[in-house]
């Protein structure tokens, strides 16, 4: 690698929660790393020494604008739209901006190549969902996919587009699909009121009445720490040569319920979380990942993904950011934009 101690990375998505906690846990690491971001104030959390380049997948000019085609080392691609129910509504939405999104990326970073530059590793953030409803047990990777909604498809034909582009030796590129991604780090934590931790410590600090629960609760799925993924995504930099492309699911293949991660919440924030019933959501009774590939072949182990550690460290950190995001939303007006990176 070149541009610094371990190689130059670019991290897509790094406004977004996991982006966050990646771009510093490189740069700790030693690696020269840039940050790609719609709105420079998405960077306001990350390390000094990371730089900040400004630009939207959507908009191929703006890549080129921030410098997207100057050649990396390696990329960890995570901007995305990640909201089940929401993609249903919005399934076009969904297309365009995980798959025309990642399509201009590629081509940005073949301009880099054809200028001379290094063919890149890239690791791209993909999701366990492209499975569909695999049934009770962990699925391996050997399983079909069969996504039953448009996030999880449009993530399976950005799959298929990378995969592609890996046939033509011009990258090489690791596929990490995983599920919940949760927990906190020193100013990056998970604000999303649409996911379950962060719904339910938001009722538990008396910033919402009540947690909506669809169905009876059992619904079960599973849960990695945010310092666990990240740990993935830097073991998998220098898995992969130009032409070679690995799939690795990345999850603890546990199953926790609904009900149980509401009785962890209250036993680890000692406060009540009300809850109020809903009819129930179509959507998979349990969705688990069999992750022993990558154990074996990266030697990962999600060493903090126990669930009391996850909703412990989301509360301790949770609890500064949602004061800044208010102040910050009293002092300006909300930004339009495609997601959350």
Not at 186 to 195: Q, Y
């Amino acid at each position: 690698m070149h541009g610094g101690k371990r190689g130059r990375v670019l991290v897509t998505g790094a406004g977004g929660f996991i982006g966050g906690v990646l771009a510093d846990l490189l740069l700790a690491h030693g690696y020269e790393v840039t940050a790609l971001v719609r709105h420079r104030r998405q960077a306001a959390s990350l390390a000094p020494g990371i730089e900040v380049v400004t630009g939207d997948l959507l908009d191929p000019a703006s890549l080129l604008d921030a410098g997207i085609d100057r050649g990396f080392d390696a990329v960890c691609h995570l901007a995305a739209l990640t909201r089940v129910r929401q993609s249903r509504a919005e399934p076009l939405r969904y297309f365009e901006t995980n798959v025309t999104g990642t399509v201009n990326l590629l081509l940005a970073l073949d301009r880099g190549v054809e200028a001379g530059g290094p063919p890149p590793a890239l690791v791209f953030g993909s999701t366990g969902t492209v499975y569909g409803d695999p049934g009770p047990t962990a699925v391996p990777e050997s399983h079909e996919p069969a996504p039953v909604h448009p996030y999880g498809a449009s993530k399976l034909a950005a799959e298929h587009a990378i995969a592609y582009q890996v046939a033509t030796g011009r990258i090489g590129a690791v596929v990490l699909r995983s599920f919940n991604v949760a927990g906190g780090a020193p100013g990056h934590v998970d604000l999303d009121a649409s996911r379950i931790i962060p719904a339910a410590l938001a009722v538990a600090a008396g910033e919402a009445e009540v947690f909506r629960i669809n169905g009876d609760g059992r619904a079960r799925r599973e849960y990695v720490h945010v310092d666990d993924i990240a740990d993935a995504y830097l073991l998998a930099l220098s898995a992969v040569k130009p032409g070679e492309r690995r799939v690795y699911n990345v999850g603890t293949g546990t199953g926790v319920s609904v009900n149980d991660v509401l009785e962890a919440v209250e036993r680890v924030t000692g406060r009540t979380v009300r809850r109020v019933s809903a009819p129930p959501a179509a959507e998979p009774a349990c969705l688990l990942v069999d992750s022993r590939r990558i154990r074996a072949e990266l030697g990962w182990t999600p060493t903090r993904s126990n669930l009391d550690r996850i909703i412990a460290d989301a509360w301790r950190w949770s609890r500064p950011m949602a004061a800044q995001g208010a102040r910050e939303t009293r002092g300006a007006d909300a930004v339009p934009g495609r997601g959350p990176w």
